[in-house]
């Protein structure tokens, strides 16, 4: 029941809110200590892409985006692209992508982050592939502070349009991969 006690610890997105604590057990009495603390609940997201996401154009910056949501706490997406902020409070970003080269010329993939439609200084990431038909993860993290409707754009560009963010279906032994993964949390408020 919603506001009742429990001895068992609720699972996320619920809040655990210590009230108190057995201090003496016995057949006829006992004794409860209790001092509440509240907890504050800290947020999160997870979005996802599960189509390719190509570039029309080299060296022209683009915004990931996303068609997939996971589970989110006070953390939503906004026009596809702008992960936007409910709450003020420091965040951090991690970025998973899956890159395909489609032929054997090497090329840069660029990747950063853009808040309020600002670049974050000193945050871009790059990859060279060099392989055709060469698969490349990429992973990112970033800390952000925003204020509460702030939003942060992850960007990304190529020195090739035979490089893309590309979703992979799933097989008979495995499922299928997004093009992009990004998982927000908050370590402090």
Known sequence: DAGGLTNVRPTAPNNVIPVA??????????EIFVRPSFEQQKNYGEFSSTIDQTAALINTAYPITYNAIGPTQQIS???????T???TGFYQLILNSQVLSTNASAKDVRFWFRKNGTDIPITTR???????????PFSGTQTV???AGDYVELMWATTDTTASLK????TAYAPASP???????????
């Not at 997406?77 to 992960?83: G, K, T, W, Y």
């Not at 979703?167 to 799933?170: G, I, L, N, S």
């Not at 093009?179 to 408020?189: D, G, K, M, R």
């Open 77 to 83: 997406v906004v026009s596809n692209s702008r992960i």
């Open 145 to 147: 502070s925003v204020l």
């Open 126 to 136: 790059i990859q060279t592939l060099t392989g055709n038909q060469e698969y490349r």
């Open 21 to 30: 604590a057995v201090l003496a057990v016995d057949a006829t009495d006992g």
């Open 179 to 189: 093009s992009v993964q990004v998982i927000v949390t908050q370590p402090a408020l």
């Open 85 to 87: 902020f409910a709450e």
């Open 167 to 170: 979703a992979a279906p799933a």
